[in-house]
């Protein structure tokens, strides 16, 4: 799986990293977030997906 988010979408909810905490970090300055890898380690596919579903604006997406 790989993983991307939108940085013209994302608002910076935060919710991508409370759910993938090993996946997504979030800017100090702005709190939006990227993927550490845009690879996602298979034990971590269930967390994204959930972020995935979190995300108010629908800033991440999945392949
Ligand atoms: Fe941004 Fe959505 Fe995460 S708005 S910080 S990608 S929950």
Redesign the pocket.
């Known amino acids: 799986m790989k993983v991307r ?1 939108d940085a013209e ?9 409370m759910n993938a905490p090993d996946v ?1 970090e ?1 800017d100090d300055v702005d ?3 990227s993927p550490v890898s845009e690879d996602v380690p298979a034990d971590l596919e269930a967390d994204v997906i959930e ?1 995935v579903r ?4 629908r ?2 997406s999945v392949s």
């Open positions: 988010v979408r994302c608002q910076g909810h935060t919710l991508c990293a997504f979030l709190g939006h977030a972020a979190s995300c108010p604006e800033a991440i």
